[in-house]
T-cell receptor, first 110, second 117 residues
Framework: RKEVEQDPGPFNVPEGATVAFNCTYS??????FFWYRQDCRKEPKLLMS???SGNEDGRFTAQLNRASQYISLLIRDSKLSDSATYLC???????????FGTGTRLKVLA | NAGVTQTPKFQVLKTGQSMTLQCAQD?????MSWYRQDPGMGLRLIHY???????DQGEVPNGYNVSRSTTEDFPLRLLSAAPSQTSVYFC????????????????FGSGTRLTVV
């Protein structure tokens, strides 16, 4: 089993739609979680950290479910500019390593 | 602040050649890492450093060396290039300052696209 798994997509959604991605992780002791966004041929950029209580940043909401070992990203009122690949990142407890998922591709359609 | 600066942006090497990918950060971050990104495989950790003078291997270290003589610089050396090392290489840095609510995700450089022929 991969340490971090994501549905590769693509998720094709119309403008204004709400879309959600999940990411599962295998190490139950993982302590830090993030969502990154990566545009084509660009570097990954931090979208948001994921806190145990869940957190929101504008149209983006991140949740952590430790019991089922997954994190989620919800995007409301999708914009064309949200089209990108979204990477899930997990930091297993006791290590300095950040493990990246292979990403979920989102296409927002006009 | 420039953030994380990588050079060169593009490079073509012949099999067997060696080269150094440069990475520098001006944010006084403790941690630095090198990743490679290949289609369908995501970002894989090559080497990382938790501070000046301290480095360790990641998931795919073979064929690469690193050193961290200063906080700012973390070069990646390809010892004898092979076609399997054709990839996009990203350097990244982060800090634990502000834990647990600070911004301690990685900041990435813009990448080096390497082709080995």
């Amino acid at each position: 089993r991969k340490e971090v798994e994501q549905d590769p997509g693509p998720f094709n959604v119309p403008e204004g739609a709400t879309v959600a991605f999940n990411c599962t992780y295998s190490n139950s002791a993982s302590q830090s979680f993030f969502w990154y966004r990566q545009d084509c041929r660009k570097e990954p950029k931090l979208l948001m950290s994921v806190y145990s209580s869940g957190n929101e940043d504008g149209r983006f909401t991140a949740q952590l479910n430790r019991a089922s070992q997954y994190i989620s990203l919800l995007i409301r009122d999708s914009k064309l500019s949200d089209s990108a690949t979204y990477l899930c990142v997990v930091n297993p407890s006791g290590t300095y390593k950040y493990i990246f998922g292979t990403g979920t591709r989102l296409k927002v359609l006009a | 602040n420039a953030g994380v600066t990588q050079t060169p942006k593009f490079q073509v090497l012949k099999t067997g050649q060696s080269m150094t990918l440069q990475c520098a950060q001006d944010m006084n971050h403790e941690y630095m890492s090198w990743y490679r990104q290949d289609p369908g495989m995501g970002l894989r950790l090559i080497h990382y450093s938790v501070g000046a003078g301290i480095t360790d291997q990641g998931e795919v270290p073979n064929g690469y060396n690193v050193s961290r003589s200063t906080t700012e610089d973390f070069p990646l050396r390809l010892l004898s290039a092979a076609p399997s090392q054709t990839s996009v290489y990203f350097c990244a840095s982060r800090t634990d300052r502000g834990f647990p609510r600070g911004n301690y995700g990685y900041t990435f450089g813009s990448g080096t696209r390497l082709t080995v022929v």
